[in-house]
Each structure stands twice: as structure tokens, then as C-alpha cells.
């Protein structure tokens, strides 16, 4: 099935550093979403983005997060500078349509541990 | 307050037997239902969607969906080893992108 793809799996950095994960979403799909995971438990919305722009973020995409998709190639999310509470596994996923019958596809998420 | 509660927190049921996942929205501006899986160390995966009022079947999963109490539940007959995972309920308004997911119930299968 389609499938979206997470770069790296896993990323360690010092508090304070920058960090930019990276996804590659479903190949005409036009919907992207981060979501973030802490300790294998709930799911939370990040932030979606569509036609170069976020359409709805919530109140844990701080104003040191980031996204862009840059002339169709990676989705991204940039977090500059890192805290130590960002630690968590970031999920990218990405959807045709935005209507709520359309399902996301999720990536194996990038474990993100801050030092 | 949390928008989409899921429960039970776990379950474990024997193979072959029959799970039952439960879970209840606060907002009624959600009108389409999902029910995700998550085994470890990946990303959740839909399973199916419900969005009229009784039941949805789909092989050995039902999912079941009551508008007036927004209650959804899951059931899934026929427990594989291989349905032992996290299971996630979530919910989505007609015209936001954003899928709001429960906290999780996990199921393990007892061979």
C-alpha cells in the first residue's frame, strides 16, 4: 500500500541545538500533518500544511516549530531551538483530500531524544 | 478536557475470543469516526470508519456508532496474536483536516 517514509528513525541532539526531521509523504498526496507521541501513548495534532501553507496548528506547535515543503521534495519540521520536553516520537502523515472519510497514512515516526 | 476518551486503558483477551474497545466524543461537531492500530514501532494504520449511526462491518472487525451518545466501540472477533497492538479511536469535524485521536486502549492476545 502507499507508504510514507521517515528520515531518521532516530536523531539525538543537545538541548538548545537545532534539529529538522524529514518526510516523505505519499507521492500525490496533498495533506501533510506532524503529529507527536510520548512514551507509546496518545497521538497529538501538531500541525497540517497544504499548498505551502498550515491550514490548522495546535498549542504544542510552539513558536520555535517550523514546516515547509519546498518545490514538492521532503516535508518538514524544524525545531529551533530544542527543549528538553521535545523528546517524544514525531509521526508524519499525509492524506489525498482533507474531507473527514479520508484516512491518513502514517509513517514509523522519528524518535527524537533531547540531551 | 480530553475530546475523544477511549476505554478500557488495556484488555487482554484469549485467543480466539472476542475484544470490545469503547470509546465517547464531547464534541458533537465530530462527525466522522475512525479506529486506527498501532503495533509497535510504527505508525498507526487505519483500520476502518464509521460515520452513520449502527453498525460497520469489515471481516473480523465491527465497528458500531450511536450519534445521540457519540459512542463508538470496536469489536473484533476471532483474536489473532497478531491483533495484540494499541488501538486508537479517532475523530474528525466535516471540514478540518485534523484527526483528534483518543488515548489509546491496549490489547494484548493471549495464545
Known amino acids: 500500500g502507499p507508504k510514507v517514509l521517515q528520515i531518521p528513525s532516530h536523531q539525538i541532539i543537545d538541548m538548545g541545538q537545532m534539529v529538522t526531521l524529514n518526510c516523505d509523504p505519499v507521492s500525490n498526496h496533498l495533506y501533510f500533518y506532524w503529529y507527536k507521541q510520548i512514551l507509546g501513548q496518545q497521538m497529538e495534532f501538531l500541525v497540517n500544511f497544504y499548498n505551502g501553507k498550515v491550514m490548522e496548528k495546535s498549542k504544542l506547535f510552539k513558536d520555535q516549530f517550523s514546516v515547509e515543503r519546498p518545490d514538492g521534495s521532503y516535508f518538514t519540521l524544524k525545531i529551533q531551538p530544542t527543549a528538553l520536553e521535545d523528546s517524544a516520537v514525531y509521526f508524519c502523515?499525509?492524506?489525498?483530500?482533507?474531507?473527514?472519510?479520508?484516512?491518513?497514512?502514517f509513517g514509523h515516526g522519528t524518535k527524537l531524544s533531547v540531551l | 478536557q480530553q475530546k475523544v476518551q477511549q476505554s478500557p486503558e488495556s484488555l487482554s483477551v484469549p485467543e480466539g475470543g472476542m475484544a470490545s474497545l469503547n470509546c465517547t466524543s464531547s464534541?458533537?461537531?465530530?462527525?466522522y469516526f475512525w479506529w486506527y492500530r498501532q503495533h509497535s514501532g510504527e505508525g498507526p494504520k487505519a483500520l476502518m470508519s464509521i460515520f452513520s449511526d449502527g453498525d460497520k462491518k469489515e471481516g473480523r472487525f465491527t465497528a458500531h456508532l450511536n450519534k445521540a451518545s457519540l459512542h463508538v466501540s470496536l469489536h473484533i472477533r476471532d483474536s489473532q496474536p497478531s491483533d495484540s497492538a494499541l488501538y486508537f479511536c479517532a475523530a474528525r469535524n466535516y471540514n478540518q483536516g485534523k484527526l483528534i485521536f483518543g488515548q489509546g486502549t491496549k490489547l494484548s492476545i493471549k495464545p
Open positions: 464534541d458533537r461537531n465530530f462527525q
Open positions: 502523515a499525509s492524506s489525498l483530500i482533507r474531507t473527514g472519510g479520508e484516512r491518513l497514512f
